[in-house]
């Protein structure tokens, strides 16, 4: 067979019906994923925000910066 331009060599898949459940399983999937990726980075995110707004007072790096912000703030301040 000589593929002609335009035209694309796929193997055949078979038709699946996908039901409600299988929708669901991907959502929870999503979210659970989505729940850890925002809770690791969500803390990093702030310190970092906090060293571009004030480079003078988070000048110990970003070890320094989770230090400095839980022991001015509170640990509940790296959620925000």
């Known amino acids: 067979m000589v ?3 335009g035209s694309v ?3 055949p898949s078979p038709a699946v019906e ?3 459940m299988y929708y669901l399983k991907g959502a929870a999937a999503g979210g659970i994923c989505c729940s850890i990726t925002h809770g690791a ?3 990093v995110d702030v310190v970092k925000t906090r060293v571009q707004l004030d480079p003078v ?3 110990k790096g970003l070890v ?3 230090r400095q912000v839980i ?3 509170g640990a509940m301040a790296l959620t925000t």
């Open 3 to 5: 593929a002609t331009t």
């Open 9 to 11: 060599l796929l193997a």
């Open 18 to 20: 996908h039901n409600t």
């Open 41 to 43: 980075l969500c803390p």
């Open 57 to 59: 007072k988070y000048n």
């Open 64 to 66: 320094g910066g989770f």
């Open 71 to 73: 022991a001015e703030e």
